[in-house]
DNA sequence: AGCGATCGTTCTCTATTCGTTCTCCATTAG
DNA sequence: CTAATGGAGAACGAATAGAGAACGATCGCT
């Protein structure tokens, strides 16, 4: 089940390559890069690497492999900070990125924030925990939702909409729920995952 | 039984290693890295290592001596199911694996769990999260520990260590800390990580 | 259509690497 | 002295890696 090191090479490689270039290599091409001589050898080890799951070929069209999307390293998102107050999420420059194991992600576009402050903690959401956020305009209610309020303050709170007024509703005892007119209320985005780590 | 000056420091390099590199070190390499000659002498040291339980085998293929992987190469763990009673943690077949991201890893070989019940629900920690567990024998006091109990149950509580006994204690207001002789408690490993998906 | 070039695939055969075990030797502490 | 620790090197078997040949299928060309 664990990669060979010529394995683990070449799928580093893929991984490389496949952002550079939109065409997937051939296996002749695929040799020359690696100093092998052989197709066949090579060949061997792509096999491989699709028997574990790494990589798929591109079917269809017979030519070159493809990573197969949604593993490796290759899914890093955005990670936009500390979720403060006062700032457009989509206009924060995405520098960093974060690992993100695909099961947490949504389907949407997704990017990751820090959470700060307790006012979540009987959710289990602590400060300092990671936040994978789905890209979404619209939620549900009791959705957790990123929140920018009168466009002054992004928050993270369980959201609950009604036609006349939008609740904002924390989960710590000693917090109130939070009560706006709808159009004060922007949703940039839906909770999908948290990721947490000690020490 | 402690461990001898070269299995020390063979350790620490490994646990270095496994941080900056994905691919384990073959022995040869981590001669070279030591500044010895023979891989048998080495081997000598890892097969200590391993007695000790602070290196694992990466059992399957042989493609370099997967030593303690921070699980070095794939981003996948195993997944050992939810944390139930009853089950030495390590004697569960490890059929499914899960992706985690390198930053909730710990330097040790690590392993998921799913959390079941409530009992740390006040430290953030609520049923159904993935637990990603560093395998270790011993804890400092205040961490959060997989613990088996008397050899019949398996529980996830934070830990205080007395000379005379031993308190597993829950996050969680109306249970009560649980305190055993300290032969009664096997410490199977200490949560370094956590991850939960919404939806 | 015809034809050659390209490419993926499979096969066999060989070479290299690597883990493992073994024996023998050096140093140090009690 | 004896035991514990640490190292060198040879040898073995198995996994891995590579070369090369051969076979079809596809594509582009005249």
Redesign the pocket.
């Known amino acids: 089940m664990?990669l060979?090191?010529?394995?683990?090479?070449i799928l580093e490689f893929l991984k490389d390559n496949a952002e550079h270039f939109e065409q997937?290599?051939?296996?002749?091409?695929?040799?020359a890069c690696?100093?092998?001589?052989?197709?066949?050898?090579?060949?061997?080890?792509?096999?491989?690497l699709i028997a574990e799951g790494y990589v798929e070929?591109m079917n269809g069209?017979?030519?070159?492999?493809r990573l197969t999307p949604g593993l490796g390293s290759a899914d890093a998102l955005p990670f936009l900070g500390r979720i403060a107050a006062g700032r457009q999420v989509a206009a924060v420059p995405q520098s960093e990125t974060i690992q993100v194991p695909a099961h947490l992600r949504g389907h949407l576009d997704c990017f990751v924030l820090q959470v700060a402050g307790d006012s979540m903690c009987e959710a289990g959401i602590l400060d300092g925990d990671y936040a994978v956020i789905e890209h979404r305009r619209t939620a549900h209610n009791g959705e957790i939702v990123v929140a920018l309020v009168r466009g002054e303050e992004t928050t993270l709170k369980k959201i609950h909409q009604q036609p006349d007024r939008v609740m904002l509703i924390p989960a710590n005892r000693g917090m109130e729920p939070l009560v706006f007119a709808p159009a004060e209320v922007e949703i940039q985005g839906v909770l999908v995952g948290l990721m947490r780590s000690y020490g």
């Open positions: 664990p060979t090191r010529r394995q683990h090479q997937a290599p051939t296996l002749d091409e695929l040799c690696l100093g092998l001589r052989s197709r066949g050898s090579l060949h061997k080890h792509i096999r491989a070929h069209r017979r030519s070159g492999v």
